[in-house]
């Protein structure tokens, strides 16, 4: 598109926002040069356009049957009948690109966007054989833990469907719990693949930041995202990861190196003598559910009957993970993903220009659009860059080091950290009309113990741990950095000694 020269009724508030001190007359004489400069954004907008690959058309549909509400759109994408995944349908988290099929990212701010390419996991998953089955609801712009803020509506638990499902990643929980679908991918921000998983009875796992490409996946703050596989079993877990991940030569999130062990295989080393630190800050949140700790722990003694060394270990950063946390993501996502419509700037990866500009579009010409949670962040966010300038995202960067090191100084000694996923089950979805109070109380309530996990950049794995007044509770296996062999091998030894995990008592609501 031409860039169209701007005259000093267009600059003048721009020099006005930056206090340049520019008179009507000083403006006009900066009018010439402004328009030959922008002739490079003409250049870039034609070679773009000639370097750009022809966009894919491919069939999709609204669903038909939807009785959980975790369907956005369904669809039967098949390119090789050969591989690791072949014969097994995949539901895509709708934070994530594919072809030619609408991608939402559970927000009416990005409703009516199709992407041009497929983002590195589907590719790599199309050519393992997997057919995509369709793009599964997540919460709007990824910003809940909980499953009643997407713009498409509630997506329900399959054990109680009154009940949340979890979030972000809400509609691949319940679909991959109900066995409407073989496996699922899952995005993780603060907690957004293992929270799903746990209030479903799933598998939800966590790589190492780094380690799978996010290229191709709505951005929240590139220091927090991930992708990861959801699924029935570990070994479902293990096989999906081995696809996902390995370096693509676009996500500069990933080192210049990763190895990508053969994770199934792994599964089958003994575990006997495997040393496991029981999180002692893990437990005893003032918000937890009177039985999910005592859930946790009877898990552990399956791990210590399987000959694991169990002992109690303390952490004390990690009561602090989720506060600098809260800096990052708040500030973080405040500068990137919405002034930034998405992506911001400096970054040395894949962009997709086509979604920063209808996201940006959107968002800028009705910011209504946004969820109550992103309301929150930007009134946070916003006040406190333009109070302090950004100064606390640059401490709370600058104490992620320490962080980790509290976690990797334990890992030293410990082969992996066990604790609670979350410390609730489940909770009742709000009504339509609930006060804004509960609405956010809902949504940001779970995440005392994974949103610490994700600043750090460790694996971790929530498995389901047992039952609690009939609702799913989640034990979270954390390891070393890109040892997620070792997280997912332990999980399976868990899984293997009580016979495999529950399926959902699945009832439609």
Same mark, same amino acid.
């Given at each position: ?97 594919? @072809? ?5 990212? &559970?927000?009416?701010?990005?409703? #009516?966007?199709? /992407?041009? *390419?497929? !983002?590195?996991? +589907? ?73 799903? @998983? ?5 598998? &939800?796992?966590?790589?190492?930041? #780094?380690?799978? /490409?996010? *290229?191709? !996946?709505?951005? +929240? ?73 005592? @859930? ?214």
């Amino acid at each position: 598109m031409p860039s169209q020269t701007p005259g000093v009724t267009e600059l003048s508030p721009i020099a006005d926002a930056y206090g340049l001190g520019l008179s009507e007359g000083e403006l006009a004489e900066f009018v010439p040069h402004v328009s030959e400069v922008l002739r490079s954004w003409d250049l870039v907008d034609e070679l773009y356009e000639r370097e750009r690959p022809d966009a894919v058309t491919r069939t999709w549909a609204e669903p038909e049957h939807n009785p959980f509400g975790a369907w956005y759109v369904t669809c039967d994408i098949t390119e090789s009948t050969d591989g690791p995944l072949a014969g097994r349908r995949v539901a895509v988290k709708d934070n994530t690109a594919v @072809a030619g099929v609408p991608m939402m990212n &559970g927000s009416a701010a990005l409703e #009516g966007f199709i /992407p041009d *390419t497929d !983002a590195t996991i +589907i590719s790599r998953m199309l050519a393992a054989g997997a057919t995509i089955a369709g793009k599964a609801v997540c919460e709007d712009l990824c910003f809940s833990g909980a499953s009643h803020t997407s713009a498409t509506g509630p997506v329900r638990n399959p054990w109680d469907p009154t009940r949340t499902s979890g979030g972000s990643s809400s509609g691949s929980a319940a679909l991959v719990a109900a066995g409407i679908v073989d496996i699922a991918t899952g995005g993780d921000q603060g907690g957004s693949v293992r929270l799903p @998983a746990a209030f479903t009875g799933i598998v &939800g796992h966590k790589p190492t930041h #780094g380690l799978v /490409p996010y *290229t191709g !996946a709505f951005p +929240i703050e590139q220091t927090l995202d991930h992708l990861g596989p959801m699924t029935r079993t570990v070994a479902d877990a293990a096989l999906l990861l081995g696809v996902l991940a390995g370096r693509d030569g676009l996500d500069p999130r990933q080192p210049t190196r990763v190895a990508v062990p053969d994770y199934v295989a792994e599964l089958k080393r003994p575990v006997a003598g495997m040393r496991v630190g029981v999180l002692c800050e893990g437990f005893g949140h003032p918000e937890a559910v009177p039985g999910v700790d005592d @859930a946790v722990r009877r898990a552990v003694d399956v791990l210590r009957a399987q000959g694991m060394q169990c002992e109690n270990v303390s952490i004390p950063w990690h009561r602090h993970g989720r506060k600098i946390w809260d800096v990052i993501a708040v500030e973080g996502a405040t500068t990137q993903m919405v002034d930034g419509n998405a992506y911001g700037m400096n970054w040395q990866g894949a962009y997709d220009p086509a979604l920063i500009e209808f996201f940006g579009s959107r968002r800028q010409a009705d910011g209504t659009l946004l969820p109550d949670t992103v309301k929150l962040v930007l009134l946070t966010g916003r006040h406190t860059i333009r109070r302090h300038h950004g100064a606390h995202y640059a401490k709370a960067r600058n104490l992620v080091p320490r962080l980790r090191a509290a976690y990797d100084d334990a890992l030293s000694r410990f082969d992996v950290l066990v604790m609670p996923t979350t410390p609730l089950v489940a909770t009742p979805i709000p009504e339509s009309d609930a006060p804004r109070d509960e609405y956010l109380a809902r949504a940001l309530e779970m995440m005392a113990n994974t949103a610490g996990l994700d600043v750090s950049g460790h694996p971790a794995c929530s498995v389901p741990a047992g039952l609690v007044d009939g609702l799913p509770t989640g034990m979270m296996i954390v390891g070393r950095h890109f040892d997620d062999a070792t997280v997912l091998r332990v999980a399976h030894a868990y899984e293997e000694a009580t016979g495999g995990f529950l399926p959902a008592k699945v009832s439609a609501p």
